[in-house]
């Protein structure tokens, strides 16, 4: 059984799993909390019963990063077998082939940054304080931090968060395009599980060919990325659910299809 991450569902909010860190008192994301963070993707991937996934960390940190203490002392050929594995862990959210929220109250630093930036969308608390310190160390972001970070909010942004260490404010965060919606600390969960919960009967491997086409897209031409829409878009008229929605939409007009995710 895992003992610091856990994914879990609840009737009230059918459909909905939360990727749960619960490592007191930083969530410090250290070599176990990796492995159980990618276990639990790969469980939330798996599972049929789960159609959006929220990663939350409780109600005062996502998670203040890696864990140093287990670092401190490693050289760089320890470094070398084990940088590549921490990066696919603390990477592993953006695997997941469903519609996926961060929900970030307090910190969420370094590594805890990262796991944020994996998820489809980031829903902070107005007391939120997101940063890659790691400069700080002598070190860069290691778990997709550089690459991701740029993407998201443009390289001369990511490159003053990186370059400086400074942790940045949920307004600034906002603005800048780091998360996409500010809410009060008591409502950030609330405010995931309700983003979240508009897919429990989505047609999903629709969403999941719009997930594909999307993130590999980002990382070529625009050629590219229309082959790779073009192959996602004649594949879905395998599905049932394209079926389904095809026919209800005929019948009843948009929003009235009951999709077997099939």
């Known amino acids: 059984m895992p003992e610091f991450v856990t994914l879990e569902t609840s009737d009230a909010h059918p459909g909905v799993g939360t990727i749960l860190l619960n490592r007191p008192p930083m969530n410090a994301l250290n070599r176990q909390v990796q492995t159980e963070l990618e276990a639990a993707a790969r469980e939330a991937t798996d599972r049929s019963d789960i159609k959006a996934v929220v990663v ?42 469903k519609p ?9 630093l370094g590594g805890g940054l990262e796991v944020a930036l994996g998820a ?33 909010v443009g390289p001369a942004k990511a490159k003053d968060m990186i370059f400086t260490g400074r942790f940045v404010g ?12 500010v809410v009060a600390p008591d409502e950030v969960y609330n405010a995931a599980l309700a983003w979240a919960g508009q897919f429990r009967n989505a047609a999903t491997v629709a969403l999941a060919a719009a997930k594909k086409s999307v993130d590999q897209g980002l990382g070529v031409d625009l050629a590219t990325g229309l082959k790779i829409e073009e192959q ?21 007009g948009p929003g009235k299809a009951q999709f077997t995710g099939k």
């Not at 109600?59 to 990066?87: C, H, N, W, Y």
């Not at 862990?89 to 997941?96: D, F, N, Q, V």
């Not at 996602?232 to 009843?252: V, Y």
């Open 56 to 97: 939350y960390g409780g109600p005062k940190v996502l998670a203040a990063g890696a864990d140093i203490k287990e670092m401190t002392d490693m050289t760089f050929a320890e470094m070398s077998k084990v940088a590549g594995r921490l990066q696919r862990a603390l990477g592993s959210i953006s695997e997941i082939p």
């Open 100 to 108: 996926t929220v961060a929900a970030i109250t307090g910190y969420a």
């Open 120 to 152: 489809d969308r980031r829903i902070a608390g107005d007391n939120a304080k997101l940063g890659v310190p790691e400069a700080l160390l002598g070190v860069i972001p290691g778990g997709g931090g550089t690459q991701r970070l740029a993407r998201l």
């Open 170 to 181: 949920a307004e600034e965060a906002l603005a800048i395009g780091l998360v996409d919606e």
């Open 232 to 252: 996602q878009f004649a594949a879905l008229f395998a599905t049932e659910d394209r079926k389904i929605g095809m026919d209800s939409f005929i019948a009843n």
